[in-house]
Nanobody, 126 residues
């Protein structure tokens, strides 16, 4: 069983907005530290943003400099879903986007993630 499932990817044009979702049918995501990463062809998996649990329904959010101000991470615990809202998409945002979860606080290293989704492709055309 796939630990996490991402959805919402697709083909968009420069300047468009898109929201990705990540859910799990067999885990309560509110109890986990969560993050979004992406991987472009021929490149390493890149950290985008994290939502680390610091209390009951209280989270600390961090963004990579490359997406700060354009991307936003959000949780809907009632729906057991993590979101990534993306604005002003550029060609260089083209990649496979992954959500990750961990029982331990997440930094910016992909090796810290315990559970991954299968990824969802985003292609941005000019």
């Amino acid at each position: 069983q796939v630990p996490l499932v991402e959805s919402g990817g697709g083909l968009v044009r420069t300047g468009d907005s898109l929201t990705l979702s990540c859910t799990a049918s067999w885990r309560t995501l509110s109890r986990y530290h969560m993050a979004w990463f992406r991987q472009a062809p021929g490149k390493e998996r890149e950290f985008l943003t994290s939502s680390n649990r610091i209390g009951s329904n209280v989270y600390s959010v961090t963004y990579a400099a490359s997406v700060k101000g354009r991307f936003a991470i959000a949780r809907d615990n009632a729906k057991n879903t993590l979101f990534l809202e993306m604005n002003s998409l550029q060609v260089e945002d083209t990649a496979v986007y992954y959500c990750g979860a961990s029982s331990y606080r997440l930094g910016e290293e992909s090796k810290e993630v315990e559970y991954w989704g299968q990824g969802t492709q985003i292609t941005v055309s000019s």
